[in-house]
C-alpha cells in the first residue's frame, strides 16, 4: 500500500510536482499517466526516498518515507527509468549483489535468485554478462533484481519502454501474476493502450498535479469520451486552459 | 554479510573484469616506474663519472702562441683539435663545446711578466658543457698557479706568501646521502603509483556508476550510502595498495639493476624499506583514495572524472620538487603534513637513516587525520540529492 499526500517539489524555479496525492493499494496495478515531463518520474523518485519532497508525506504499508527511508526502501521493490546494470557483472550476479545489499541469506537469495529466473524465462541468459543485452533483458534483469528481496510494493518507471510486442505482453502478463499475489503495483507510462491493458486505476498527472483519478472505465464515462485516449486527450487539455 | 563488505566485494569483482583497469593498476603503474627509474640512474650515473677520467678534446686557436701551455694541458688530460676558422660561431652553432683561444700577444705579456690572457670560448646557457667548460678553467688555473709558485721560488720567497687564506672541504656526507640527492624522486614515484592504482577503480564506482546510471537503482537498496560509500572506498584504497605493493617490490628488485659500486654507496631498497613505505603510505592511500572519490562524485561523466583526476595528480609531485628547489631542515611538524611527512620519511630511509619513533607517529596521525576529513567530506557530497540523478 502507497499512500501519496500532498507532495511538493521543485528545481530551482522550475516546479516539477505540486501537491501530488493518490494512493495505490495492495492487489491493484495503479498507473500514473501523464505526458513526458509531467513530474511522473520525480513523484516516483520521492517515494523510493531518492529525493526529498519539500512538502507533503509517503507512506508505504504505514511507513512515513521521512522518518524510516531505510524501511520504506524494504518494502519497495524498484526499476527506475535508468535500468542501469552493472555490464561488466552476469546477469545473476546483478540480481544477487540487490540480494545481499537487501540483507537476503545465502539459502534465500538462491531460491529466489532460481524462482525469479524461472518466472522471468530469463534461464538462458542468466550467467551471461549483461554487456550486450537486448533491451527487453535488460528490463527482465532488473526487474528480478527489484523483486529479489520479495518486496510487497513495487514501483516501475516506464517498465515496457523499448521493448517489441511479445516482450511487452510477456511482460504484462508477469505484472497480472504480481497483482494475484496480493502485491500493490504502481508503474508510470505515458503510453494509453498500456495503462488500459493493465491498470486498475488511472492517475493523470500533468504539469505537476494530479487532474484525474479513477478507473479507466470511470475516466471514460466522466468526460464522455469514446475511448481513453480521447478522454486523456480532453483531461489534459482542460487542465491546460485551467493552468493558462 | 555487512553492506559495505557486499559493495567493496562486488567492486572488486567487477573491476578485475575490466582491463584497461589491471593494466593500469597492477602493470603499468607499478613495473613502468621502477624500470624508469634504474635506466634514468644508470644514465646519470655514466654522464657524471665517466666525463672525469676522459680525455678532453678542445680546438685550440693560436696554440703556437704558447707551446709550453699547451704541453702542460695535454699532460693534464687536453686533447688539441684544430680550431674552427669563426671559434664564436662554431660555439654558438653547437659544433664545438668549448674553444680556448691564445692570442698573439700572449708571448709578449709572459715574457714581460705581465698576466697573460687565453680565452676561453664557450655558451653558459648550455647546461652539457658545464663540466668540460670547469675543467678546462680548472687546468688553466692550475697551471698559472704552478708557474707562479716557480716565479716567487726563483725570487727566494716561500710560495705560501702569495696564498694567505685556504678554504678546506670537510664535506660530511655519508654515502648515501651523496646518492640520495639522485633518489629524491623516489617517494613521488610511489604516491604516483598509489594515485593511479585506485584512480580508475575512484572513477568507475562514482562518476562511471553514475554515467551508467545504476547509482539510482543501488541508491533504492536499504542500505545507507555512507555503508555504499566506505565499501566503494575500500576497493579503491585495496587496488591502490596492491599497485603500491607490486611497485615496492618492484623497486627492491629493480635496485639490484643499480650500478651501486659506481655510485660509493650502500642502496637498500630491501624487506625495511619496504616495510616502512608500506607503514608510512597507507593513511596516505586512503587519503587519496578519498580525495579522488570526491573529485570523481562532482564529474557527470566517466572522461570529466579522468580529466578532474589528472590535474589533482600533479599536487602529489609538488612536496618533491619543493623540497629539491628549497631543501629544509626537516622539523617534526613537517612530519603531520600528508605527502611532506612521506617525502621526508622514505627519503630518510633511503639515506640509510634511522625513522624515530615520534617523526613515524606524526606522519601517521597527520595523513590518518586528513583523510578520516577527507571521508566525511565525501559522505557529505554522496548525501547529496543531485549525486544520484543522472541525466
Known sequence: MIEVQNLHKSFGAVKAVEDVSFSARDGEITGLLGPNGAGKTTTLRMLYTLMRPERGRVLVDGRDAALDPLGVRRALGVLPDARGLYKRLTARENIEYFGRLHGLDETTLRRRCDALIAALDMAAIADRRTEGFSQGERVKTAIARALVHDPGNLILDEPTNGLDVMATRAMREFLFGLRAEGRCVLFSSHIMQEVVALCDRVVVIAHGRVVADAAPQTLREQTGAASLEDAFVQIIRRSETRAA | ?391
Open chain 2, 1 to 391: 554479510m555487512h553492506a559495505a563488505l557486499t559493495v567493496f566485494l562486488k567492486e572488486v569483482r567487477e573491476n578485475l573484469r575490466d582491463r584497461r583497469t589491471l593494466i593500469n593498476a597492477l602493470l603499468t603503474g607499478p613495473l613502468l616506474a621502477p624500470a624508469l627509474f634504474v635506466v634514468l640512474i644508470n644514465v646519470q650515473l655514466h654522464i657524471e663519472l665517466d666525463k672525469a677520467g676522459k680525455p678532453l678534446p678542445v680546438p685550440v686557436v693560436g696554440a703556437a702562441n704558447a707551446p709550453n701551455l699547451i704541453a702542460a694541458l695535454v699532460q693534464m688530460g687536453m686533447v688539441v683539435k684544430p680550431a674552427p676558422r669563426d671559434p664564436e660561431a662554431a660555439v654558438r652553432e653547437q659544433k664545438a663545446d668549448v674553444v680556448l683561444r691564445i692570442p698573439a700577444a700572449y708571448a709578449a705579456h709572459w715574457r714581460k711578466g705581465e698576466p697573460a690572457e687565453v680565452e676561453l670560448i664557450y655558451d653558459s646557457s648550455r647546461r652539457d658543457t658545464h663540466e668540460d667548460v670547469s675543467r678546462l678553467r680548472d687546468m688553466v688555473k692550475r697551471y698559472a698557479r704552478i708557474v707562479g709558485a716557480q716565479r716567487l721560488l726563483v725570487r727566494g720567497l716561500s710560495p705560501a706568501l702569495a696564498r694567505p687564506l685556504v678554504a678546506a672541504d670537510r664535506d660530511q656526507a655519508t654515502p648515501q646521502a651523496r646518492g640520495a640527492l639522485i633518489f629524491s624522486m623516489l617517494p613521488y614515484f610511489f604516491v604516483l603509483t598509489a594515485f593511479l592504482g585506485g584512480m580508475y577503480l575512484a572513477i568507475d564506482t562514482t562518476a562511471g556508476e553514475r554515467e551508467r546510471q545504476s547509482l539510482e537503482p543501488l541508491f533504492a537498496n536499504p542500505v545507507p550510502r555512507r555503508r555504499i560509500l566506505l565499501g566503494k572506498l575500500a576497493a579503491t584504497t585495496a587496488f591502490a595498495l596492491v599497485s603500491l605493493a607490486l611497485s615496492v617490490v618492484a623497486f627492491a628488485i629493480a635496485g639490484r639493476f643499480i650500478d651501486t659500486s659506481r655510485l660509493d654507496m650502500v642502496l637498500d631498497l630491501g624487506a625495511h624499506f619496504a616495510t616502512f613505505v608500506l607503514l608510512l603510505m597507507l593513511p596516505l592511500v586512503l587519503l587519496l583514495a578519498a580525495l579522488q572519490t570526491l573529485v570523481a562524485a562532482f564529474a557527470k561523466s566517466y572522461r570529466e572524472a579522468q580529466t578532474y583526476l589528472s590535474l589533482l595528480m600533479f599536487v602529489p609531485v609538488l612536496p618533491s620538487v619543493l623540497l629539491i628547489v628549497v631543501p629544509v631542515k626537516a622539523q617534526l611538524w613537517m612530519y603531520a603534513v600528508p605527502l611532506l611527512g612521506q617525502q621526508l620519511g622514505i627519503m630518510q630511509l633511503v639515506r640509510g637513516e634511522a625513522l624515530g619513533a615520534a617523526p613515524v607517529a606524526a606522519c601517521l596521525a597527520g595523513t590518518a587525520l586528513a583523510a578520516l576529513l577527507a571521508i566525511l567530506a565525501t559522505m557529505r557530497v554522496y548525501a547529496s540529492e543531485r549525486l544520484a540523478i543522472s541525466g
